[in-house]
């Protein structure tokens, strides 16, 4: 090697210099962030609960079973199920009037939004459509609803 050549050195500083001021700088940062994430637990004030807080929370919308009549013909669901109300006679699917007699209003909103969550004996999955969720209104599913469990 030739004289004056350090490997480790490029700017004059010696490896072992190097490594104490990156530990002078990683220290501080360190206990600056657990400063910062114990900072933010601990120190909150326990309130009592006041009570359900009203007309803050949007209402669920009601269901008019007239206008779910409208819906439920104008989106075409008694071309795949039958549903003596609407005088429809589809044989794709399950008979309405039957397999949602009694049923909540729940069941009959996530059957519509969620084929696949409860499928009626002797009929297979992924028949239904699965976008009546994002393709009907809250009011329009209301709607449908209501007409379905007033059968």
Same mark, same amino acid.
């Given at each position: 090697?030739?004289?004056?050549? @350090?490997? $480790?050195?490029? @700017?004059?500083?010696?490896?072992?210099?190097? #490594?104490?001021?990156a530990d002078v700088?990683?220290?501080?940062?360190?206990?600056?962030?657990?400063?910062? #994430?114990?900072?933010?637990?601990?120190?909150?004030?326990? #309130?009592? %609960?006041?009570? /359900?807080?009203?007309?803050?929370? /949007?209402?669920?919308?009601?269901?008019? %079973?007239?206008?779910?009549? =409208?819906?439920? !013909?104008?989106?075409?669901?008694? &071309?795949?199920? &039958?549903?003596? /109300?609407?005088?429809?006679?589809?044989?794709?699917?399950?008979?309405?009037?039957?397999?949602l007699k009694g049923k909540?209003? $729940?069941?009959?909103?996530?059957?519509?939004? $969620? %084929?696949?969550?409860?499928?009626?004996?002797?009929? =297979? /999955? !992924?028949?239904?459509?699965?976008?009546?969720?994002?393709?009907? &209104?809250?009011?329009?599913?209301? $709607?449908? #609803?209501?007409?379905?469990?007033?059968?």
């Amino acid at each position: 090697m030739s004289e004056g050549y @350090r490997p $480790d050195s490029s @700017r004059g500083r010696s490896p072992r210099r190097a #490594v104490r001021l990156a530990d002078v700088v990683r220290r501080p940062a360190l206990i600056l962030l657990a400063a910062l #994430v114990l900072a933010g637990c601990g120190g909150e004030k326990t #309130v009592a %609960p006041t009570g /359900p807080v009203e007309g803050q929370l /949007p209402k669920a919308a009601k269901g008019n %079973p007239a206008a779910g009549k =409208k819906v439920f !013909n104008d989106n075409g669901c008694g &071309t795949c199920h &039958t549903f003596a /109300p609407a005088g429809a006679k589809g044989t794709i699917g399950p008979d309405l009037g039957k397999v949602l007699k009694g049923k909540s209003a $729940d069941f009959i909103k996530t059957s519509i939004t $969620d %084929p696949n969550a409860a499928i009626a004996s002797g009929y =297979k /999955p !992924n028949i239904m459509p699965q976008t009546y969720g994002s393709q009907l &209104t809250s009011q329009q599913l209301a $709607d449908l #609803v209501a007409f379905l469990q007033k059968g």
